[in-house]
């Protein structure tokens, strides 16, 4: 069946320490976002690739990192300058990021500190 | 276990006319329930969200969505469509008090005429 997988379900960083959480989605979709939720907060956008090779900050990029290097594959770095990383992430993907078109979206990763 | 289902994948309403995006859940907690809304080529904003308060919440640009646990639904309304009320509509629900896990619905893309 198509559709986005995010792994792992869980993760824990100790401090100073990058993590990675994966993303990876088999509908051939161009547009891949990936966005933070914090307890009683609405989903808050950190990156997003229209395309690949390409991706652009979202509201709150500050203390993350990614990269777009095939179409199916958008991981999210967790980086020691994130002071804040306790939180549920979710991975989301789009067929074509000019159109309105349906969002896809991951069961999550839910990240903490150790 | 938890699901979320939006009755229509698609709305289409005049401008000036009422909005009704249909939402049924079903849980065997007490459920928080959320309504987003994206717009083409933005990311996902929060318009309101039900946390075991009062049933009827109001939420950002007019709308408003009633907890009905007899019926286990929470549709989402507008007295009167705007055409920047184009965009789709996800409905999703959580276990009240773990956010870690969130149930979204398929969307309903919302069509407005003028």
């Known amino acids: 069946d198509g559709g986005i997988t995010q792994s792992p379900k869980y993760l824990f960083r100790k401090e100073g320490q990058n993590v990675t959480l994966s993303c990876e989605q088999n509908?051939?979709?161009?547009?891949m976002y990936w966005y933070r939720q914090d307890p009683g907060q609405g989903l808050r956008l950190i990156y997003y690739s229209q395309i690949v090779n390409d991706f652009q900050k979202g509201d709150i990029a500050e203390g993350y990192s990614v990269s777009r290097e095939k179409k199916e594959s958008f991981p999210l770095t967790v980086t020691s300058a994130q002071k804040n990383p306790t939180a549920f992430y979710l991975c989301?993907?789009?067929?074509?990021?000019?159109?309105?078109?349906?969002?896809?979206f991951g069961s999550g990763t839910q990240l903490s500190v150790l | 276990a938890q699901s979320v289902t939006q009755l229509d994948s698609h709305v289409s309403v005049s401008e000036g006319t009422p909005v009704l995006l249909r939402c049924n859940y079903s849980?065997?907690?007490?459920?928080?329930l959320f309504w987003y809304v994206q717009h083409p080529n933005k990311g996902l904003q929060l318009l309101l969200k039900?946390?075991?308060?009062a049933t009827l919440v109001k939420g950002i640009n007019g709308f408003e969505a009633e907890f009905k646990k007899s019926e286990t639904s929470f549709h989402l309304t507008k007295p009167s469509a705007h055409m920047s009320d184009a965009a789709e509509y996800f409905c999703?629900?959580?276990?009240?008090?773990?956010?870690?896990?969130?149930?979204w619905g398929l969307g309903t893309s919302l069509g407005v005429n003028p």
């Open positions: 849980s065997s907690y007490s459920p928080s």
């Open positions: 999703v629900v959580s276990n009240a008090g773990n956010n870690r896990k969130l149930i």
């Open positions: 039900y946390t075991s308060a």
């Open positions: 509908l051939n979709h161009d547009a």
């Open positions: 989301a993907s789009r067929r074509d990021r000019a159109t309105n078109e349906k969002l896809f």
